[in-house]
């Protein structure tokens, strides 16, 4: 039996065969900052519905943590994204959260995801509250991934790590807690019937200039497990 599965090369590629339309938004009384807060505060025991991308032993995966960065912006919260570079031999050019492996010198999973933000993209401890934590998630890449949720407090000046990060961009929390921006996506891969999500966002680059995201796998899973603790 393998002890992971195929990574897939190129989403775009794979079929979408619908969304989830038919499932109801978050509801924008539960995106404010007190809120998510409150919420947070009483997660205790709450399980995620989709738990990662692997077959492997978790006795056997590296642990990782990643920031889910939630910017308080007057017209509502935005998630802070990366775009990576494309000569990365783990998810090049992907959408993905700031976070990295857990290093021997890191306290915890918090303190991981607050040292790879910094070293990523730069974002200052001092303008970082914790606010939570999501179950874990397992990837392909034979992670064990902590989400890491907090609350970003404007203003902060980004400097990217030009070698890992090409882009740093926001996205509207409302848009991505909206199932009906859910594709899933379907295929088979050494006989085996797989789906992933994608949350596609329509947005503009550091010029103004439009540009396509597209956000999936287990950026697109994280996000999906906290719409359903947002929603729960």
């Given amino acids: ?7 897939i090369h ?16 978050v ?5 404010t900052p007190e809120a998510l807060r409150q919420r947070f ?24 943590s990643v920031l889910v960065p939630l910017v308080q ?14 000569h990365l031999r783990d998810h090049a050019g992907q ?30 401890r001092d303008a970082v509250e914790i606010i939570g ?11 064990v991934v902590t989400p890491v949720v907090a609350l970003v407090r404007p203003p902060f000046d980004l400097r990217l790590d030009a070698f890992e990060v090409a882009e740093a961009f926001e996205v509207p929390l409302r848009f991505l807690m909206t199932p009906a921006h859910h594709q899933r996506h379907e295929f088979e891969l050494q006989g ?4 992933f999500l994608s949350m596609p966002w329509q947005g503009h680059d550091e010029q103004g200039a439009p540009r396509s995201y597209f956000i999936w796998g287990a950026t697109a899973a994280m996000l999906r497990n906290l719409y359903g603790f947002l929603r729960d």
């Fill in 95 to 124: 959408i993905s959260f700031p976070g990295g492996r857990v290093e021997l010198d890191d306290a915890d999973a918090v303190a991981a995801a607050l040292r790879e933000a910094e070293e990523e993209v730069g974002l200052p």
């Fill in 27 to 31: 509801e924008p009384a539960r995106l």
């Fill in 192 to 195: 085996e019937r797989r789906q």
């Fill in 41 to 64: 505060a009483s997660a205790q025991g709450w399980q995620a519905d989709i738990r990662g991308d692997t077959g492997a032993d978790p006795a056997g995966l590296a642990a990782a």
């Fill in 73 to 86: 912006r007057p017209d509502g919260l935005q998630v802070l994204l990366t775009r990576r570079t494309e």
């Fill in 133 to 143: 934590q999501l179950p874990h998630y397992t990837t392909v890449t034979r992670y």
């Fill in 1 to 7: 039996m393998p002890t992971h599965r195929p990574r």
């Fill in 10 to 25: 190129d989403p775009h590629a794979v079929p979408v065969v619908g969304t989830d339309h038919h499932l109801p938004a």
